[in-house]
């Protein structure tokens, strides 16, 4: 869809999966998946969105934090930050170090693994912009982690490794890793809540680190929130720098004023 804006248009693009979670339309600003596009002949304003997409959808846009004119004109349309997000990468060098560690042992999850690890995901990421926006439940947006864990295992260009600690037989963790090239992004990290305060977090980052470079990655990035202060301190000590960072914003159907359809 084609949104109408100030001096120009904005396309957004159907999300199926947090579309198939909520159970409303979730689009995305950027670049479309042609198996997800739904396309109009003309731009529409928000108004005119809500006769096409009904009265329950979210706009979603991902703003780098120093294109200061394009947040100003879609907070002016009524858009919401719900977070800053940041983007910490590494580089991989000839001299970079190789960690090992003994304690933590990773392997692929396998299917027998996959409802444990999606509990693991519900409770581990409770400062995301959806538990902040108000037009999403606290358990929908739970449940939105543990789908993206439950597609991710059927993404040829996914691995969703799990982690233990001290040779226990309970999963202390699981990384979700999308490797293109020599390149890798991890998707999502996660501790269960019975292993965090131990301090492990380091050890297990560092391990997945060793296994990227085992396989050939040259450049690892993310996307962490600066909400989630433990990592946010972590990625530094294990040689990332914040490349940028870029400002999430929301817009709801609901959230549709008499302003707009003047």
Request: aromatic letters at 12%; charged letters at 20%.
């Amino acid at each position: 869809i084609t949104l109408r804006t100030v001096g120009e248009s904005l396309s957004f693009f159907l999300d199926s999966r947090d579309t198939y979670n909520f159970g409303f339309p979730v689009y995305n600003l950027g670049q479309p998946n042609p198996a997800d596009t739904q396309d109009f002949e003309n731009p529409l304003d928000l108004a005119e969105l809500k006769k096409h997409l009904g009265s329950n959808y979210i706009l979603a846009a991902r703003i780098d934090s120093g294109s200061r004119l394009m947040i100003d004109t879609l907070q002016e349309l009524g858009f919401r930050v719900f977070e800053t997000t940041l983007h910490p990468k590494l580089v991989i060098g000839e001299d970079s170090p190789l960690f090992g560690h003994s304690r933590v042992q990773i392997e692929i999850a396998n299917s027998n693994e996959f409802a444990q690890i999606e509990e693991i995901a519900k409770s581990a990421f409770k400062v995301s912009r959806f538990h902040r926006d108000p037009s999403i439940l606290d358990s929908a947006a739970d449940a939105r982690f543990a789908g993206w864990v439950r597609s991710s295992h059927l993404d040829p260009l996914k691995s969703v490794y799990v982690f233990r600690i001290d040779d226990s037989s309970s999963i202390a963790g699981f990384f979700v890793v999308r490797r293109q090239g020599q390149q890798s992004f991890w998707e999502l990290t996660a501790i269960a809540s019975e292993y965090r305060g131990q301090g492990i977090a380091r050890i297990v980052w560092e391990s997945f680190v060793s296994l990227d470079v085992s396989a050939g990655v040259k450049v690892i990035e993310t996307n962490i929130s600066s909400e989630n202060l433990a990592v946010v301190g972590l990625y530094p000590k294990i040689g990332f720098r914040f490349a940028r960072s870029s400002q999430v914003m929301h817009f709801h159907s609901s959230w549709i004023t008499h302003s707009h359809h003047k």
